[in-house]
């Protein structure tokens, strides 16, 4: 499977289908642990597709079969942060997800980071124990959520990196 997957840079025709694998990706995974609140969903929605549009040169997109399965994104400002990764419900336990954070940290250590951190829900098990097999490790939790504690506790992650000391131009 992992090897008809193909990895590359997010394209602004891709806008659409990113915030909606995105938002499906809420649906099933983050949207159980919380209450279903009028507008929650519609708000996600747009923050997702208002995300996207911000970070699109940031973004890289896993497609198989010319679909987008899945997608991971980098922090800004210089920052060795990964905001998020999505993976199509059906296409999760496939290695596309392992694929795409390999692929982000792998840039991170061309930039010189030794260290890429994260955050998910803590309720969100899956996630976590996806992050750890992934060689992350926990630092912290926190309310989720801006403006005060919401229902959910977020979990900060940090995994090492060997960051590239050498030229990256070729002469």
């Not at 919380?34 to 997702?48: H, I, Q, S, V």
């Not at 097999?133 to 090492?160: D, F, T």
Request: charged fraction near 25%.
């Amino acid at each position: 499977m992992l090897d008809r997957v193909i990895l590359r840079p997010a394209e602004p025709n891709d806008l659409s289908d990113l915030a909606e694998l995105a938002y499906l990706s809420w649906e099933a995974g983050i949207l159980p642990l919380l209450e279903d609140r009028p507008g929650l969903r519609e708000r996600e929605r747009r923050r997702f597709a208002g995300y996207v549009s911000e970070a699109l040169p940031r973004i890289v997109v896993a497609t198989h079969d010319d679909e987008i399965v899945g997608w991971c994104s980098r922090g800004g400002r210089g920052r060795a942060y990964i905001p998020f990764l999505f993976v199509a419900p059906y296409m999760q336990h496939a290695g596309i997800g392992s694929a795409l954070l390999r692929r982000n940290e792998s840039v991170f250590e061309m930039m010189g980071f030794d260290r890429v951190v994260l955050e998910t829900p803590a309720d969100h098990v899956d996630a976590v124990s996806f992050y750890q097999h992934q060689g992350y490790r926990i630092l912290a939790m926190r309310p989720e959520g801006p403006g005060g504690p919401e229902p959910l506790q977020s979990v900060r992650l940090e995994k090492s990196l060997n960051p590239y000391r050498g030229p990256v131009e070729d002469d």
